[in-house]
């Protein structure tokens, strides 16, 4: 079995479901010669020709108005945001017109389109190609949100997202497209939609994150166990639907929660989570919920970027709170 990144196991996904369904086609700025700006799409071109593998010019709300109509006709488009920051441009075809569609037409219609975007900081890039805006995309019904923090999900989950039927945007955590290589089997597999992974199992915390935020909770999670506390750690893998009753499941079991997400922290994924494990299982909690986020001001550039991200350093200062071990702010 192959050790791949999560570039190589995206591209082989899309490779695999383009040779099995010809209606499956790709497009964006720059993924048919060039193979994208992160080489994701690379080779698709020219195996599969320019009509399936598209340069668009410069235009995100004509990618993703163009993906639309060619879902409307049968065909099952791939498109692609180059960075996260650019996808406020197509806001309108996204949220007003893919998202409600299904809606729109009383069920009779549903569109099967997969919006790919890189997603989130440690790159050092450029203002507008760093952010997490996770959250404006699950506050809208009819979008399905995914976001991998592995080779092996990715595949598995870009599968399911082609085969689902219904719109998706893809958020690929671009600092660990090449960071983390793992087996990922050649063979045909799904990772399923809207169900959370139990990365590690413990007793005394549940550790919730996504993305590129996994890694840091599992981080967290040995430097926890090195001082004798036993944290267990969830991948939500799929942003909406969540599976929330995962967390709640957990959060019963240990008694106390950490959350973690690169987003601002206001109005951040993670106070609905808190919220809902509040709702059904606040008389389990044994101590108050901690957050650890980005801040509420704009991703900075340069060395200061490294700040911004919560790392394990944060997330075991918080969790050592909820531990009562130390009380020091997370």
Not at 160 to 186: D, T
Request: some cysteine; glycine content about 10%.
């Amino acid at each position: 079995m192959p050790k791949l990144n999560m570039v190589s196991a995206i591209n082989l996904a899309l490779d695999q479901e383009m040779a099995r369904n010809d209606r499956v086609m790709v497009l964006g700025e720059d993924v048919g010669r060039e193979g994208g700006v992160f080489r994701v799409t690379d080779g698709l071109q020219a195996k599969y020709g320019p009509a399936r593998v598209v340069d668009t010019p410069l235009a995100e709300s004509a990618i993703v108005g163009v993906s639309l109509g060619l879902a409307a006709g049968g065909m099952v488009p791939v498109a692609e945001i180059q960075f996260e920051g650019f996808l406020y441009v197509a806001m309108d075809q996204l949220l007003n017109q893919l998202a409600r569609y299904r809606t729109r037409s009383q069920g009779r219609f549903s569109l099967g389109v997969v919006v790919r975007v890189p997603w989130g900081g440690g790159i050092h890039a450029p203002e507008m190609h760093s952010d997490s805006p996770e959250t404006v995309l699950v506050h809208s019904p009819g979008l399905t949100v995914v976001q991998p923090s592995n080779p092996f999900d990715a595949k598995g989950l870009m599968l399911s997202a082609l085969r689902l039927g219904e719109p998706v945007v893809f958020c690929e955590p671009k600092r660990i497209y090449r960071a983390v290589k793992m087996e990922v089997p050649e063979e045909d597999y799904t990772v399923p939609i809207g169900k959370a992974k139990t990365v590690a199992e413990g007793t005394d915390l549940t550790i919730v994150a996504w993305g590129a935020m996994v890694r840091e909770a599992v981080n967290a999670r040995k430097e926890l166990e090195t001082l004798g506390h036993s944290a267990e750690v969830i991948d939500l893998r799929t942003l909406s639907p969540m599976d929330s009753q995962a967390v709640i499941e957990s959060v019963r079991k240990t008694g106390r929660l950490v959350i973690v997400h690169e987003a601002p922290r206001t109005l951040g994924l993670g106070a609905e989570i808190a919220a809902r494990v509040a709702e059904e299982a606040l008389t389990s909690l044994l101590a108050p919920i901690e957050r650890v986020t980005g801040f509420d001001t704009f991703m900075p550039l340069g060395l200061l970027e490294e700040h911004y991200l919560p790392d394990a350093g944060r997330i075991t200062a918080a969790a050592k709170k909820a531990l009562g071990v130390e009380r020091v702010a997370a």
